[in-house]
């Protein structure tokens, strides 16, 4: 349910409810449990995105690291965040005078993602402390957001009036409910830790989720120049691109791996998944990372994104043409 953008008492009390049921990162996650390694953290399709043929230890690896890296990826989507507060916040409300409560609505909205992105980051440590990995050989691996292209653009963007920020805010919140609605499927064989930590983040995210969708609603009713109205119209073009573009280079560090084998276990039966992706043509890859690829098409593809989908045409904002999700089922062992 999204509040009305300018009945302030449905704001008040968004923000109320934020407030009263927000958890305690340190008390309301089972940290102290540590990590089990017989486990998988996600389940995967028969091809394990674009890995097909492994066996059961190179499909529970793949499905430990794939579980890493969507940590990471929200810890650093939702931790850049708040680097963009000024331009893509505090400044649009400001300049548009929005009303108080919109305000206290968005400072709960910053401060919960600031949490989120610290709760992904300890899983990963404590991955690192209990396999005995070493935290930056791992972080080799993993996305990295801070300094990147998508950073700038989207602050560019926003410095120039632009929203593509929200449209990207929207994506990953959404994107972020479907990973645990797959995963919840599948709760008993995966990890209770890396479980929980997605659970709680659900309960967040679904109370909060509404508040990109308000500010984009904001961008439609605010006065704009013929330059602010062509720029709202491709954000959503900005915010797809350049999300990929950043996706795609951070799954390219799994060939790190190699470099790692002789480091750890864990690298080194990663880095034997590598010659299944070698055997797999490079339009395929892309193809099945588009459409059939579970989290990581839900990314890449907008068409996964059916609120987000409802908002663009509801503005008739652009977007790049997407093919039709063929996502199959998912599996905690080999199928068959």
Partial sequence: MIPTL???LSLEKQAATQQAKAWDIDTQIPWDRGVDSSKFFLPLDADALVFPGLGAAQ???LSQYLGLVINATIAEMEGVIDLLRRPAWEDMLQKHSANPELWALGESFFAEEKKHSVAFNRFIEVFCQVEGVKLASLRRLLPQGRGS??????????E?????????VAGVEEVSVQIYQMMHKHEKALDPLYFAVHRMHLEEE??????????????QEIPSTLKEKLIRKT??????TMTAAWVLQ?????????ELRDEHPFFQELSSCLPALSKVPLWKVFHNLFTSAPYIGFVLNVRHQKQT?????KFGVWRVPMPVPQMGALFTEVSG
């Fill in 149 to 158: 292209s998508l950073l700038a653009a989207i602050r560019m963007n926003a």
């Fill in 250 to 258: 951070q799954l390219s560090r799994v060939r790190v791996a190699k």
């Fill in 6 to 8: 300018y009945d302030d």
């Fill in 59 to 61: 499909r529970r690896t």
């Fill in 235 to 240: 954000d959503l073009i900005l915010a797809q």
């Fill in 206 to 219: 679904a109370r909060h989720r509404s508040y990109a969708f308000l500010m984009l609603e904001l961008a």
């Fill in 309 to 313: 989908l409802r908002y663009a045409q």
């Fill in 160 to 168: 120039a009036g632009g929203f593509a920020f929200w449209w990207l």
